[in-house]
């Protein structure tokens, strides 16, 4: 069953929005108008909204406001407005310090509730926080806006490929029905066996989704999946392929467009700030600025020059719920010179260096996602630091730093979870280490598989192997 995609777009996601209290697309309308304003606009837009967050953290989040009031920032209404230079006179704010001050952040009153919420562990350290409806507003409307520029609108079909727990597991005939109504259609990307691709590349046909959305490697290696087996997956009507969660290398990109036959878009964000950036059709990542202020600094604190490579760190002006206000996201982005091809106001992203992903590979042979892994980690109390070592496919390792809630049920609880996703005749080691240091590269490989794809498939991963 697909419903009208005038019915969806219109009448059936307008209504769960609102009974949600999502101010979804209301936000919408904005962001459709203020992408075309100047940068100048823009630029004076984030610094309103950017009162407006500080004040409201000043008066619910204490440790926000000892620092605003450290700073000396006159946030009165009527008051000149802010700047650039008023923002960098607060201090930046660390992963630790949400850990450590968690409560203090909260605004729990915040219009619409607050929500608990994780972050994937990418840095290897998964985050707790709280992100209230505006947040959630501000993804879904930046996600819809990206669509449009590709030619794909809310309520036409679209594939997930995809693999979150929520997303997954409500399997009831509620979760089932709202997909229907919306025209999504949902494919586990933790349970890629070749013979489940093979199954959702023919309910793929069968759909003719105007656009595919998944992690980047997924994507690849479902397409390497139907290059493989000589399946056709140039669908009609299908408009782009978008990637997401990790970054989307050259040639993964080249891999799905051939199979495709459609152009691939990736966006980058993350589960704390939300999603941050998008690819246009001109081939380049436009912020939502109308949401996210991004600093790209030195090690010392400092912007770097226009340009060039430096630390991403971001205000997000819709987490009134748990403000985010000049976050160290810890990756490294360079901001573009020239400005968007197509004359929106919106910066440009010139290149953003993500972490890598691996797959890792059940005992019965199907592909996973490493999030797959991740999502069993970051739910275990105790849990700090972690990496996720696959020797083979019945054997793992598991390195962990612990926190104060680690407790003899936390070992039995990572083992048991492990072993539900990947076998029960997996042999897990867990070793509790003090500290886990990052690789060469200065980068965290928070999952690192051994065991490698079957031919036709490894073209799909993150770092193509080098062949003499």
């Not at 140039?234 to 495709?260: K, N, S």
Request: proline share 6%; with cysteine.
């Amino acid at each position: 069953m697909n419903m009208n995609p005038y019915l969806a777009r219109r009448l059936i996601y307008p209504l769960q929005e609102r009974l949600l209290r999502r101010p979804t697309f209301s936000y919408l309308q904005e962001l459709e108008r203020s992408q075309w304003r100047s940068r100048a606009e823009i630029e004076r837009l984030q610094m309103e909204k950017l009162k407006t967050l500080l004040r409201l953290a000043a008066a619910h989040c204490p440790w926000h406001a000892g620092r605003i009031a450290q700073a000396g920032l006159d946030l009165r209404r009527g008051s000149a407005p802010l700047t650039a230079e008023d923002l960098r006179r607060l201090p930046t704010m660390a992963k630790q310090e949400v850990r450590e001050n968690l409560e203090r952040m909260v605004w729990r009153d915040a219009p619409g509730g607050a929500f608990q919420y994780n972050t994937g562990g990418s840095s290897g350290q998964p985050l707790i926080f709280y992100y209230g409806r505006s947040r959630q507003a501000s993804d879904a409307a930046g996600r819809i806006r990206a669509r449009r520029w590709w030619g794909a609108d809310v309520g036409e079909r679209e594939v997930y490929l995809w693999g979150a727990p929520v997303e997954l597991g409500k399997t009831d005939r509620i979760k089932t029905l709202r997909d229907r109504l919306l025209n999504q259609l949902v494919l586990n990307a933790f349970a890629m066996s070749p013979a489940n691709m093979d199954r959702y590349m023919d309910a793929m046909r069968a759909f003719r989704p105007k656009c595919v959305y998944g992690y980047a490697s997924s994507v690849a290696l479902l397409a390497a999946r139907a290059r493989d087996r000589g399946t056709d997956l140039r669908l009609p009507g299908l408009r782009v392929v978008c990637t997401t969660g990790e970054p989307l290398y050259p040639h993964q990109r080249a891999l799905i467009e051939e199979v495709f036959g459609v152009p691939a878009a990736n966006e980058f964000g993350s589960r704390d700030i939300g999603f941050t950036a998008h690819e246009t059709p001109e081939g380049q990542m436009l912020l939502m600025s109308e949401s996210i202020i991004l600093e790209v600094l030195d090690p010392a604190g400092r912007p770097v020059a226009p340009g060039d490579l430096g630390e991403a760190v971001m205000t997000g002006l819709c987490s009134e719920a748990q403000p985010f206000i000049r976050y160290r996201t810890g990756d490294m982005v360079r901001l573009a010179t020239e400005p968007c091809k197509a004359g929106r106001g919106l910066h440009v992203i010139a290149e953003v260096s993500g972490r890598n992903t691996d797959f890792v590979v059940r005992s019965d042979g199907a592909i996973m996602h490493a999030l797959a892994v991740i999502y069993v980690l970051r739910a275990v109390p105790g849990v700090g630091e972690f990496r996720f070592v696959q020797h083979g496919v019945r054997s793992v390792e598991v390195l962990l730093v612990a926190a104060a809630s680690w407790g003899p049920q936390s070992r039995d609880q990572v083992v048991s979870g492990i072993r539900a996703r990947l076998g029960a005749d997996v042999r897990v080691e867990l070793r509790l280490v003090e500290e886990i240091p990052p690789e060469a590269s200065g980068k965290h490989r928070y999952v690192v598989s051994h065991v490698p794809l079957p031919p036709g498939l490894d073209g799909a991963q993150s770092i193509p192997e080098i062949r003499p």
